[in-house]
């Protein structure tokens, strides 16, 4: 099964070509597409090219993938927020676009419920929410950043609003899109999704930083 193009080039080089790092890519495609729940050992075997008893021998559980997406998730998060408050419009925007991409990697992660853990599994369930609270807080933090620098102008009252918005896009677009217009491409959908951000912000942005964004999506 080749689901390659549904990760970005960025993702793709988390994972190593060994067996581990292919089982984690695969599991993560197949969660993506197929939940995490809908998604069995034994799908994640055949799409890796492996053995179940492969798969056992470097993950106890499906459980055990999820936490390796997830520290994937956070590392590389960290990485891609670096440097995000310098002052420059350009580069600020071009991050909070690129952010769109990557958080679509991880999709199931902040899509799936995992609300079963909340009794069996306390520990993974805080995890969980403490990665969907990185991006509600990060999405929070640089909004509030773009009026700083005067990105936008919004009145403090709509701010909430347009960043609950931002995060319904960002962790939902893709899978009702698909189902909307199933004969298009991921690729030509996540556009659409980029899109959608845009509009979203487009009213609230000031003269210059529309000029930019104009620059910007026309590489998009």
Not at 175 to 199: A, C, V
């Amino acid at each position: 099964m080749d689901l390659m193009i549904n990760l970005t080039e960025k993702t793709i080089g988390l994972f190593s070509k060994k067996t581990k790092g292919k089982i984690l890519q695969e599991s993560l495609l197949l969660f993506n597409e197929q939940t995490f729940n809908q998604t069995t050992t034994a799908n994640i075997a055949k799409s890796s090219d492996v053995l179940e008893g492969s798969l056992w021998y470097h993950f106890k559980s499906k459980k055990d993938l999820l936490v390796e997406h997830i520290k994937l998730f956070q590392s590389s998060f960290e990485t891609n927020i670096e440097n995000l408050k310098v002052g420059d419009k350009k580069i600020v925007i071009q991050k909070l676009l690129s952010i769109y991409g990557f958080v679509w990697d991880f999709r199931y992660i902040f899509r799936d419920s995992f609300d079963s853990y909340e009794k069996d599994d306390k520990k993974l369930a805080d995890l969980i929410k403490k990665t969907n609270g990185l991006l509600d807080e990060l999405i929070e933090d640089v909004l509030k950043y773009s009026v700083e620098i005067k990105i936008i102008e919004v009145d403090s009252n709509d701010l909430d609003e347009i960043g609950e918005l931002v995060l319904i896009i960002g962790k939902h677009w893709l899978d009702y899109s698909r189902k909307k217009y199933p004969e298009d491409s991921d690729h030509l959908l996540q556009k659409k999704g980029i899109n959608l951000l845009i509009k979203v912000l487009y009213p609230y942005l000031t003269k210059d930083s529309k000029e930019i964004m104009d620059s910007i999506y026309e590489s998009v």
